[in-house]
């Protein structure tokens, strides 16, 4: 976990494209044939349902980092787009997260001016008149939360494991802020 973060190393087999998955799963993984067959079945009438990526993300982690890390991985990830409680995510992989997202960190929340100031720290907006704009058109999340005033300041009960704020924009882009 040290050299590779868990969460990073999931998500980067889960993005293999469509035409290099089948050829990826017969070289890396040790699954049985007929279930390449039917995850090769999957990618050719389903590929909008990505089970072959998720096989193969599921197999490389595995035996990498083990079952426990890539059940974490994946509830980071459904955490982080917001098909679970962004809060439930544990401190460690928090901690990976913005060391992956190469966010700030800040010593207190005295530091931030507000939200605008994040977006731009983090370089999810590169200006504060952008950042504005994504707040009025309802594209930032801070902690899965639609962010509704751009005037808004983060508070400490925001924090999760009293450390970590993850902001969102679109549905894509995120970058997890550490408090020290």
């Not at 995850?39 to 993300?57: C, D, G, I, W």
């Not at 599921?58 to 990830?77: D, L, R, S």
């Not at 005295?110 to 952008?130: F, M, N, P, R, Y």
Request: charged residues 30%.
């Amino acid at each position: 976990p040290k050299q590779t973060c868990p969460y990073d190393f999931y998500q980067y087999w889960f993005n293999v494209a469509d035409a290099d998955v089948i050829r990826f799963i017969k070289f890396f993984t040790f699954l049985p044939q007929d279930v390449v067959e039917a995850l090769e079945t999957s990618v050719e009438q389903e590929p909008h349902l990505r089970e072959a990526q998720k096989k193969l993300a599921w197999e490389m982690t595995t035996m990498i980092h083990g079952e426990e890390e890539a059940e974490k991985a994946i509830f980071a990830a459904a955490a982080l787009f917001g098909r679970e409680d962004i809060r439930e995510v544990d401190a460690i992989t928090m901690d990976a997260l913005h060391n992956a997202t190469e966010a700030p960190s800040f010593f207190s929340l005295d530091e931030v001016e507000g939200i605008l100031s994040l977006l731009t720290a983090s370089g999810l907006c590169k200006s504060s008149g952008e950042a504005r704009k994504m707040v009025q058109g309802n594209g930032i999340s801070l902690n899965n939360e639609k962010v509704k005033d751009f005037r808004y300041k983060p508070v400490q009960e925001d924090l999760i494991h009293q450390t970590y704020l993850v902001l969102r924009k679109g549905k894509k882009d995120f970058s997890v802020i550490k408090f020290t």
